[in-house]
């Protein structure tokens, strides 16, 4: 395996709070994002640092058309727009998303300060298009009542389900995350019967443990996201579910986080929820839960934040390559000439006019 960056820390357990922004670039933005995500790892140490306990993690991630808009050089393979489903019954929706932050801490405070930095920063040069604040229910349970989050994988395990390994050298110790946002009809929810509940999900309700398979029905949750490659080989992915909800509006709802070394696990598990299987018509889950949003995002790794490759060269896109290998010395000999002579900022060309 090529030397594995520093991965952002994806793989952290659940915590008690958490903060999702999602952002779209606003046009010209480019550069004032690009900048953010140079400072990210010095914000997130300037604000965790002096709250020692409060387990303050940043994880930052972006989109496929952003990706184009903010750098030159290579591209995660397999990054590309969240497709999105439409199934006979259900659909889960492609919806805009430049920028993900998932901010995860033992309080909000620390989480919430986070966030208003990282606001401030995208002001004018982005736009948050959702922000959703989660929190730690019973037990780590979903707003379903059910514990979340009991098979994801351990250890050395998580780490292969969820990072990059040398098939793309690149971007080794990178992830892609899928996010969508649901909302449960709890009213109706509530209106089945636990041993009903069940068997949508999969799982006993109370103790966590998984329904024999002569009892678990082939449209549940589990045996619908229970994936195996053909070989044999199980196939996972790392999510990070939190609930979220506001009582005066109603609205109750799990902000899905799913991190995977390739997307196409998590998209093969979308398809069988929405789409259906060979047994199923579509996954009973989505009977209680509508997704609402869905982008899909890459993780790149601590080292490549802090040390962005060069911005698309758009200005120079149209100068012949010969005379460019003349052009760039000269430019480069006048930039830093006028740094060194009168401290000035040594844009291009540009000269003081006195
Ligand atoms: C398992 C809830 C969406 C993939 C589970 C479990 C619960 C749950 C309660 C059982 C315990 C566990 O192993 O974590 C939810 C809720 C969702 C949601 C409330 C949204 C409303 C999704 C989506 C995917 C997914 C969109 C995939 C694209 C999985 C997988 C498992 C699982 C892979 C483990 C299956 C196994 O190996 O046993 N989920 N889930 N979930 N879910 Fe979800």
Known sequence: MDAMGEPQPILDPLTPSAIFLVATIDSGGESAVRDLLADISGLRRSI??????????????????????????????????????????????????????????????????????????????????????????????DLLGFVDGTENPEGPGAAAAALIGDEDPEFTGGSYVVV??????????????????????????????????????????????????????????????????????????????????????????????????????YDRILDFSFAVTGTLFFTPTVDFLDDLPDAPDTAGAEIEPATLTEIVPVERANAAAAARSDGSLAIGTMKRSN
């Open 180 to 281: 969508q946002k649901y909302t449960h009809p709890l009213d109706q929810w509530n209106a089945l019967s636990i041993e009903e509940q069940e068997r949508v999900i999969g799982r006993t309700k109370l103790a966590d443990y998984e329904l024999p398979d002569d009892v678990k029905p082939a449209d549940s949750h589990v045996a619908v996201n229970t994936i195996t490659d053909a070989d044999g080989t199980e196939r996972q992915i790392v999510r990070a579910n939190m609930p979220f909800g506001t009582i005066g509006t109603g609205e109750f709802g799990t902000y899905y986080v799913a991190y995977a070394a390739t997307p196409s696990v998590t998209e093969r598990m979308l398809e069988r929820m929405f789409l259906g299987t060979e047994e199923a018509a």
């Open 48 to 141: 965790g640092f002096r709250v020692p306990g409060e387990g303050l993690t940043c994880v930052t991630s972006i989109g496929s058309a952003a990706w184009d808009r903010l750098f030159a050089g290579p591209k995660p393979a397999e990054l590309h727009e969240f497709p999105g489903y439409n199934g006979p019954i259900h659909s889960a929706p492609a919806t805009p998303g430049d920028l993900f932050f998932h901010i995860r801490g033992e309080t909000q405070g620390p989480c919430f300060e986070l966030a208003m930095v990282i606001g401030a920063r995208l002001r004018g040069a982005a736009t948050i298009v959702d922000e959703t604040v989660g929190f730690r229910y019973f037990e780590q349970r």
